[in-house]
């Protein structure tokens, strides 16, 4: 029983490592990965710690989790429910709660919260379908459900269920893309829709519009109107410079 636990323990890491290898292009040897990856030595010491807490060692398991988080920087609570191949980029910074369930599969960057937001026992904490990305930073909160193949951006709240496929962004979240779900994680998670930038334009172009239905009148009736095209352009320009990481 003992060698058959080793064995399966060692085809875990193994598997945990040609993950690492697959999904992370600064990965450059399997001996770099055991050596120096936190996410996956924090995977492997929580499921020491889950195994005791399963078995009703809460204390013991709690020691071990925290001990973790020391060496770390990540911090799960060994309750957590976390699938196969998931891969845990950088870490630093990672909160995982005691109810929350992560999927197989998926992809978690530094900085990532699947918190709580209730004081009541019980389900309390996000569960991650398979296949799905979160961005660095991004804070997933409450007893929700991440669909499978999904994708958070960096930096998101999430706060409200999230359909298999869809991608979320801003905050709080807001869906702005569907897709059919895929069993591997986006790695072009940095590509995602921005929704302020398509609302700003949609007025745009409203107002573009608008300015043209006024000036057809103004002709009709004689009247001698003031330049548009400036305050057009500027607009323009406006709207160029924010989509390029400016400021409103």
Known sequence: MVFDLLRRAVERVAEDVRVALARD??????????????????????????????RGYVTSARVISHASRFFTGLEIHPGARIGRRVFIDHGMGVVIGETAEIGDDCLIYKGVVLGGVSLARGKRHPTLGRGVTVGSNACILGPITVGDGARVGSGSVVVKPVPAGATVVGVPGRIVHSREPRPEPDLEHARLPDPVSNGLRAVFQVEHTIELRLRRVEERLGIRAPEHEPAEAYARAALAAFEDGAGI
């Open 25 to 54: 292009p600064a990965a450059r040897s399997a001996l770099e990965v055991l050596l120096t990856y936190p996410g996956l030595h924090a995977l492997w010491i929580h499921r020491l710690a889950h195994g005791l807490f399963e």
